[in-house]
C-alpha cells in the first residue's frame, strides 16, 4: 500500500490572498516535522494557480475540486481536465456529494470524468456516499456498490492506478457527527471487495481508500488506526492549518 493520502477540500471558501495564507501555513507547519502522509489542497478554482505558487518546492500537492469530461467545447461555467492540469493540478475530487446532491450529477456524469481527468495527468479521487435515509433504510452496500460499479466499469489499468476512493457518508459531511470506526471499517471493507472483483486481489488491493465526513484533529486518530483507512477526505478543518495539520500527523 502507498503512503496514506491526507486531502484537504476547500469548497467554495477564499479568495486568492486568503488560499495562499492557508496554503503557506499549511507549508510551514508541515516543515518542522516531515508526515507520513501524502498531502493534498484542493482550493477553488479560483485560486489553483496562486496556491501552486506557494506550495511549489514542498511535498504538498494540488487538487481540484471537479472537472468536465470534454477537453474544450460550449459548456458555459464548466473547467475542463486539461485546463486544471495546466494550473499543476495532481489530483481531481470526483462524484463529490455536492456535486451529486446539490448539482445533481448522476453516476454516470461522474463516471465519464475519470477516463480524462487520468489522461492529462491527473489522480482522480472518487467519492461515494450513502445518505442519512438509504443508510436508515440499510442500503448503504447497496448504494456504495452501485456508484462504485458504474464509475468503474470498463477503466484500464494506466487508469485503476491513478484512482483513490473516498467514502464520505452524506449525512457525516460539514455536521459534525463522523461515521465511526465500525461504520467507516464496515463500508470500507465493502469497498476493498467491490475493488478486489472488479480488479483482481492484486491490483484491487492497492487502490487507496479514503474516509471523510467530519474528520477533526479529535476523531482522526481513531480513524488513522484503522487498516482500512488508507487515507482522510478532509473539508471544514482544513480550513485552518492549526486545525489541518495535526489530522496530517494523525498518520
Ligand atoms: P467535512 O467535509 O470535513 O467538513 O465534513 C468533508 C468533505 O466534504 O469532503
Not at 99 to 121: L, S
Not at 159 to 177: C, D, F, H, N, S
Request: charged share 20%; hydrophobic share 45%; with cysteine.
Amino acid at each position: 500500500m502507498k503512503a496514506p493520502l491526507v486531502v484537504g477540500n476547500w469548497k467554495m471558501h477564499g479568495n486568492e490572498a486568503d488560499c495562499q495564507a492557508l496554503a503557506r501555513a499549511i507549508v510551514q507547519g508541515l516543515k518542522k516535522q516531515t508526515a507520513k502522509a501524502e498531502v493534498a489542497i484542493a482550493p477553488p478554482f479560483t485560486a489553483l494557480a496562486a496556491v501552486k505558487k506557494i506550495i511549489r518546492g514542498s511535498k504538498i500537492s494540488l487538487a481540484a475540486q471537479n472537472c468536465h469530461w470534454q477537453p474544450f467545447g460550449a459548456f458555459t461555467g464548466e473547467v475542463s481536465p486539461s485546463m486544471i492540469s495546466e494550473l499543476g493540478c495532481d489530483y481531481v475530487i470526483l462524484g463529490h456529494s455536492e456535486r451529486r446532491h446539490i448539482f445533481h450529477e448522476t453516476d454516470d456524469v461522474i463516471a465519464r470524468k475519470i477516463g480524462p481527468a487520468v489522461a492529462h495527468g491527473m489522480r482522480a479521487i472518487l467519492c461515494v456516499g450513502e445518505t442519512l435515509a438509504e443508510r436508515q433504510a440499510k442500503q448503504t452496500a447497496k448504494v456504495i456498490i452501485r456508484q462504485l460499479r458504474i464509475a468503474l466499469k470498463g477503466l484500464g489499468n494506466d487508469v485503476i492506478e491513478k484512482l483513490e476512493i473516498a467514502y464520505e457518508p452524506v449525512w457525516a459531511i460539514g455536521t459534525g457527527q463522523n461515521a465511526s470506526p465500525a461504520q467507516v471499517n464496515q463500508v470500507h471493507q465493502r469497498i476493498r471487495k467491490v475493488l478486489v472483483d472488479a480488479f483482481g486481489a492484486t491490483k484491487g488491493a492497492q487502490l487507496r481508500i479514503l474516509y471523510g465526513g467530519s474528520v477533526k484533529a479529535e476523531n482522526a486518530a481513531e480513524l488513522t488506526e484503522l487498516d482500512s483507512v488508507n487515507g482522510l477526505l478532509v473539508g471544514g478543518a482544513s480550513l485552518k492549518a492549526e486545525t489541518f495539520v495535526p489530522i496530517v500527523r494523525a498518520f
